[in-house]
């Protein structure tokens, strides 16, 4: 699965309906799980670690967030991930003054599939660097089967990629392949140019960097540590973490992790036991999200089958987060912005200051002028620079099942043919806005439209992720 060049609107079109579009199978697909993402390889992940740092006053203050791929931000853009958001929240609450830098940073170290062990191997160089008023800690899932420890620096460093394992059937990694090739090509901009994969591969993974390259060690045991046994270690490894961090004189803030499966459940008890007995700051993001469930779709915050959070989800991570951060007094937000957050899970995570998701993806028609028929044109909103797509068809029945979400268009032959028409795909600029006018030779059979919005990154031609959909929309009163 080498990770595939910026492709052409005719090259994507053929790959589309070779994917499951004949089968009507495959616009959504959102299945690869952590346990997927089992990175056999002790050599390529450093460039990851430094890719978060902005703008800031040379005093600014230091969150340091770590973990795994929920941290990191599986599939979203750095800005998009709880870190990211999480910054703008301290930054929104806790203004500089004109000509300053940003008195906050949140530096992002998540990496995915890491363990406890490796978490813990990095820290004394992240806590002297930094020196964090805070250190955020959402990790252990990977303890259940990833065995890593960690050995000095150099001998990690000299260890090379290894091939993947054997059973690991999907991975994927957002935004770092298909924006940076296109950004290399075209003389864009990439959305996170610190960080750049050259090879993504079953062979090897070769990652670059400004800041290099370095070691994160996965060894897959033959068993999985389950229910008890995963808690106990979990718990361990998680009260010399917490250690660390209170010895350079930084708040530890612990975090159960969001998904409600029962695999989470052991390190998520684990974060709570180890926050009771130490008496530091625990985030219950588990039982939040429970609440949150009971009247959301879990797509809207989970990604179906693979079980990290949708933007929606990282959202509500950085607001709980930052709420404990003023509850510990750790950050001083003014008044009315602090009151604001303590309100926001009781108002649906709203918040006045700062939008739930920074590109939401839209579909707006608009008259052809001098025309009362349908509309023609249309306005398109999604992530800069994502690839869209849209898919006509003459009917929203029977709805079309992609993982665990539905969309309500037939695929009827009006689908397969707009799903494999280059005219019906493009990029959005900028701004995260693009223009869609009708063929001429839809128009009198075309009933419905929608939006689909690819991520950025597309894990070889069988892979096909979609961020989001918007419509499907009628094209003529009904």
């Known amino acids: ?30 299945c690869a799980a952590e346990a997927a993402l089992r990175l056999a390889s002790r050599n390529f992940v450093d460039a990851l670690l430094a890719s978060r740092r902005g703008d800031a006053a040379p005093d600014a203050r230091t969150v340091l967030c770590v973990g795994d791929s929920y941290t990191f931000g599986l599939y979203y853009r750095p800005e998009e991930a709880y870190p990211g958001r999480l910054e703008q929240l301290l930054r929104a609450g806790d203004p500089a003054p004109p000509g300053r830098g940003a008195r906050w940073r949140v530096e992002n170290s998540g990496i995915p599939a890491q363990n406890l062990a490796q978490v813990a191997a990095r820290l004394p160089e992240q806590l002297a660097r930094l020196r964090p008023a805070a250190v955020v800690i959402l990790a252990g899932f990977n303890d259940r089967w990833n065995f890593a420890t960690p050995g000095d620096a150099a001998t990690d ?14 991975a994927k990694f957002a935004r770092l392949a298909l924006a940076n090739a296109s950004a290399e090509g075209e003389g864009a901009a990439p959305l996170d140019g610190r960080t750049r994969f050259r090879h993504f591969g079953v062979d090897r993974i070769e990652v670059a960097g400004e800041d290099g390259a370095a070691a994160i060690a996965i060894e897959r045991g033959e068993t999985r540590l389950v229910d008890d046994a995963h808690h106990a270690a979990v718990v361990e490894r998680l009260r010399g973490v917490v250690a ?7 708040v530890p803030v612990l975090c159960s992790y969001p998904s409600p499966e029962r695999h989470y459940e052991p390190p998520s008890r684990a974060a709570a036991d180890v926050a009771a007995e130490r008496r ?18 879990y797509e809207e915050l989970l ?34 912005f602090a009151a604001a957050l303590r309100a926001a899970p009781a108002n649906g995570y709203a918040l006045a200051a700062l939008p739930e998701q920074l590109y939401p993806v839209t579909i707006a028609g608009a008259t052809a002028a001098g025309s009362t028929a349908s509309p023609l044109r249309f306005e398109l909103t999604g992530p800069p620079a994502a690839h869209w797509k849209i898919v006509l068809s003459t009917s929203t029945a029977p709805p079309q099942q992609f993982g665990s979400i539905e969309l309500a268009m037939a695929a009827d032959a ?58 499907p929309q009628p094209l003529s009163p009904p």
Do not use: N
């Open 1 to 30: 699965m080498a990770v595939a060049p910026t492709r052409t609107p005719a090259r994507r079109a053929r790959g589309l309906p070779r994917l499951a579009l004949a089968a009507a199978s495959a616009l959504l697909t959102l």
């Open 157 to 170: 460093e000299a260890l090379g990629v290894r091939a993947w394992l054997a059973d690991l059937v999907l």
């Open 244 to 250: 660390q961090v209170e010895a350079a004189g930084a």
């Open 280 to 297: 530091v700051p625990f985030v219950d993001l588990r039982a939040a999200f429970a609440k949150e469930l009971e009247h959301h779709r």
């Open 303 to 336: 990604i179906p089958g693979d079980r990290h959070p949708t933007d929606r989800g990282y959202w509500r991570m950085a607001l709980l987060v930052a709420q404990a951060l003023v509850e510990r007094g750790t950050w001083t937000a003014q008044p009315e």
């Open 414 to 471: 009006l689908f397969m043919r707009s799903a494999g028409d280059e005219r019906c795909e493009g990029q959005f600029d900028a701004d995260g806005r693009a223009q869609f006018t009708l063929p001429a030779d839809y128009a009198t059979s075309a009933r419905f439209i929608a939006l689909a919005v690819l991520h950025d990154l597309l894990v070889g031609a069988e892979d096909l992720q979609v961020r989001g959909i918007a419509g």
